[in-house]
């Protein structure tokens, strides 16, 4: 019955008077209170189990040092060392590195068109690390796959 004076409802007990109800019992596992095995009621409804996000396994090595990348550091070495590559092996880019060394040895005894091209690269994905944030540059560079521009 309903009393204007106490809010709450009445509270149920499907348990014999003086049995406290048990705590967050796990599915189909029985435990002894005070000496007794439990047994949950005929309704009882246990909470969902919560799934855990599991980390999408990475195509590339793990990069210099720990998994944290600076953007600044990512930028100096694409805007300084860029041409052989040298940030994409910060990052962890390992084969994108070597790509970058390769062209540029093999297109600097061609006229230097390979080194000119990789120099743009470097000096392009440098301004693009600037420009983003350090949590955006980690979400695209570092826990992503994101190796080019």
Not at 70 to 94: E, N, R, S
Request: aromatic fraction near 12%; charged fraction near 10%.
């Amino acid at each position: 019955m309903y009393d204007p004076n106490n809010p709450s409802p009445p509270q149920s007990n499907p348990y014999p008077a003086g049995t406290p109800a048990p705590q967050n019992p796990q599915p189909n596992q029985a435990y002894s209170q005070q000496g007794a095995q439990f047994t949950p009621p005929p309704n009882y409804q246990y909470a969902p189990q919560q799934a855990q996000p599991q980390a999408a396994p990475s195509k590339r090595t793990a990069g210099i040092g720990s998994s944290h990348k600076d953007k600044w550091v990512a930028a100096i070495l694409a805007f300084c060392l860029g041409t052989i590559g040298i940030h994409k092996f910060y990052l962890g880019y390992k084969t994108e590195g070597i790509i970058m060394i390769v062209v540029s040895v093999v297109g600097g005894l061609c006229f230097g068109v390979g080194l000119l091209v990789m120099a743009v690269i470097s000096i392009i994905e440098a301004v693009r690390y600037v420009i983003l944030t350090q949590e955006e540059f980690e979400s695209t560079y570092v826990y992503a796959d994101k190796a080019w521009l």
